[in-house]
């Protein structure tokens, strides 16, 4: 297993509204595609204005291959343009995380 670790920084303002715009148009698409997401966060102590996600996959090639199938998917494209009309997104970070052998995501 693999976690994909993400963190989004968005403009002050704006995190709420791209917030509900993936809430019904990205997720839907996401968990159709993608499967397991282990949580979804926004910061409240540290740096402000942050989505922290993480989704697990079974390995690297299958989060290539459901990542490959969702950005196929019409939907996945009509949340990114909504996304980016918003203009929220200032930083994106991923992290593929491996869990150690005693990890309870294992």
Known sequence: MIIDHRTYDFH???MAPWI???RDYGLPVQKRH???LVGFF??????INQVVFMW???SMGDREQRRAAMNEDPDW?????RSVALGALKQQTNK?????????LN
């Open 20 to 22: 509900e715009t993936y």
């Open 77 to 81: 494209a009509e949340f990114r343009k």
């Open 56 to 58: 697990a996959y079974d």
């Open 42 to 47: 926004t910061t409240e102590v540290g740096p």
């Open 34 to 36: 993608l499967g397991q």
């Open 12 to 14: 002050p303002g704006k």
């Open 96 to 104: 593929i995380l491996a869990p150690t052998e005693f990890s309870p």
